[in-house]
């Protein structure tokens, strides 16, 4: 199939998903459709006899990945997809947002993303009804953490905006972490003083993790997801990354599931359900992606979530969608992550967990994938990290077509040491020829079985005719390009028993 030139039917303007419910969260080793295809198959054996076996058993789909999904979407589907009821029109619009550290001058430039600060305002200004929001803390003002800096006020013009859409009646429901990593920030209290409704989930005593998601779902239809905490150090400080996507109710309200686990957990005397309550099954996940018209792109996108507890029914884990990413690459797999590390961070005696290196190095040797990883480095970063990144990129060996490469980004400190925790690249991405994965995990194990996450994998065809926009994957390749060719990445170095994380330049 021609991959540019999407059938006609791609093209009805309809937000659509299949309505199957019944899949368990762990992974399947079928798609659902696959074993429809099986049993339906078997049916027509049984009344066509042993020719129609043979050609059958070759017809019938193996599990596939999800991009083969995309390509095999047909006419039938669609169709059948118009003519449920209760059908909901809507025009989904993805753009990628990111903030760029002040006075890294280099690092913005062409391409950009919409700057964050700009975004969010932008998002909250189409706000009329309600605004949900999951943070690991927050700390919009310079006085929540002892700063006074001029920097923080974009931070402060958002905390400013949600009391104003407050006293307009707007709902602001926040899930936040218990216990707050951001003690002396008052911006809860104030936000509870103007009506907003507050819970924090003390997420620890239920999977061992933190509620580390970081999302907004506004009016049921608009959706924020990104590494940005509600922190002001986001908006100026810290390198970030996320998306916005306007106008497509189908996937805020399956992103609103998610946030009704944390808000569950949240209550009084909360218990974490054996099995979470049909209402909060999701029918669009790695097998059943929405498959949609954003600005004119035939799209297919759907969210993950971290941990396994947090996933009920049909909801894709967050591990599982980042491998799909990966297995379903060619070319290449660029990756933009804080940290990296083949094993548990937090829980003792630490285990080695080499998922996400195997796949990667499996990728690289097996399929002569090109493998990029870009790590952040920064004052905090742990140097017990640099032996697996060496260890990666040791496999590298182009004249036999295996290509690995690792470099980290170091956002220099300059005029800024006042400000703690901050001038860190703290991106939580992933690229690939054909999908785009943006999540809120560190790349370490406890990210995936205890800490709650959440991740979005989009993946675009370009439409046929020339609209100006490009698709998803294709516009953070060009941001990866853009970071991994900057003069802040720098290679590992084979001497040096840790890297050094102080900028030189
Ligand atoms: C919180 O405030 C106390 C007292 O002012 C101060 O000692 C402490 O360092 C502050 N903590 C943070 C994280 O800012
Ligand atoms: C913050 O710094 C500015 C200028 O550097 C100064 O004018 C102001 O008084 C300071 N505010 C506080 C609360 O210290
Ligand atoms: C969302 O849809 C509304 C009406 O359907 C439209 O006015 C608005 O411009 C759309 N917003 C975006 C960002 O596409
Ligand atoms: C499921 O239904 C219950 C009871 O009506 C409601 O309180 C809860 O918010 C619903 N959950 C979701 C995710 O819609
Ligand atoms: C910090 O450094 C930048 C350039 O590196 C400069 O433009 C800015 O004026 C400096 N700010 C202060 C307060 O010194
Ligand atoms: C990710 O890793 C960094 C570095 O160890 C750590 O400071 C941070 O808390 C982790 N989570 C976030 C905020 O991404």
Redesign the pocket.
């Known amino acids: 199939m021609d991959a540019k030139a999407g059938p006609p039917e791609l093209l009805a303007p309809l937000c659509r998903t299949a309505e199957d419910p019944e899949w368990p969260c762990s992974r399947p080793r079928r798609s659902p459709c696959s074993r429809t295809s099986t049993v339906l198959g078997m049916l027509a054996v049984l009344g066509l006899g042993l020719v129609t076996l043979t050609y059958l058993l070759w017809q019938v789909p193996l599990p596939r990945t999800w991009h083969q999904h995309l390509e095999e979407v047909s006419p039938e589907s669609w169709e059948a997809l118009e003519g449920e009821s209760g059908q909901q029109r809507d025009s989904c619009q993805l753009v990628l947002v990111e903030s760029i550290p002040?006075?890294l001058p280099s690092a913005a430039g062409s391409p950009s993303a919409q700057p964050l600060a700009q975004a969010w305002l932008q998002l909250l200004d189409t706000a009329q009804e309600s605004i949900h929001v999951a943070s690991y803390y927050w700390s919009l003002t310079g006085p929540d953490i002892g700063v006074n800096d001029s920097s923080s006020q974009p931070g402060e013009a958002i905390l400013q905006k949600l009391q104003q859409l407050l006293d307009k009646d707007i709902t602001l429901m926040v899930a936040t972490n218990s216990p707050s990593l951001s003690r002396n920030s008052t911006d809860l209290q104030v936000l509870a003083a103007h009506g907003a409704q507050v819970r924090q989930v003390p997420m620890r005593q239920f999977t061992g993790g933190v509620l580390h998601s970081k999302f907004w779902v506004v009016d049921g239809r608009h959706i924020y997801v990104g590494s940005a905490n509600m922190d002001w150090r986001s908006l100026t400080q810290v390198k970030e990354l996320g998306a916005i996507i306007y106008n497509c109710s189908r996937l805020a309200q399956d992103l609103e599931k998610t946030f009704q686990t944390y808000w569950v957990l949240g209550a009084p005397q909360a218990v974490l359900p054996k099995t979470w309550p049909q209402n909060f099954s999701s029918h669009i996940n790695r097998f059943q992606p929405l498959r949609c018209h954003f600005d004119g792109m035939p799209t297919m996108a759907y969210f993950s979530a971290s941990p396994p507890a947090l996933c009920p029914r049909g909801r894709t884990q967050d591990l599982d969608a980042v491998l799909a990413v990966m297995e379903g690459a060619r070319e290449f797999i660029f990756a933009s992550v804080m940290e990296y590390f083949p094993t548990t961070r937090f829980s003792h005696p630490a285990r080695y967990w080499p998922v996400l290196d195997n796949a990667l190095r499996e990728a690289a040797f097996g399929r002569r994938v090109r493998v990029r990883l870009l790590v952040s480095c920064g004052l905090s970063t742990d140097p017990t990290m640099f032996p697996y990144l060496r260890s990666l990129q040791a496999i590298s060996n182009p004249s036999a077509g295996i290509s690995v490469d690792v470099k980290v980004f170091i956002v220099p400190v300059?005029?800024?040491s006042n400000i703690p925790f901050s001038r860190v690249n703290h991106n939580k991405f992933m690229v690939t020829e054909k999908a785009a994965y943006i999540g809120t995990s560190n790349w370490s194990e406890d990210y995936f079985s205890s800490t709650s996450g959440v991740g979005l994998v989009v993946s675009q065809r370009a439409p046929s005719a020339q609209t100006g926009v490009q698709p998803a994957q294709e516009q953070l390749r060009q941001l990866f390009e853009r970071d991994w060719s900057s003069r802040y990445a720098v290679g590992l170095d084979g001497q040096a028993p840790g890297q050094d994380c102080v900028w030189q330049g």
């Open positions: 002040q006075d300059g005029n800024h």
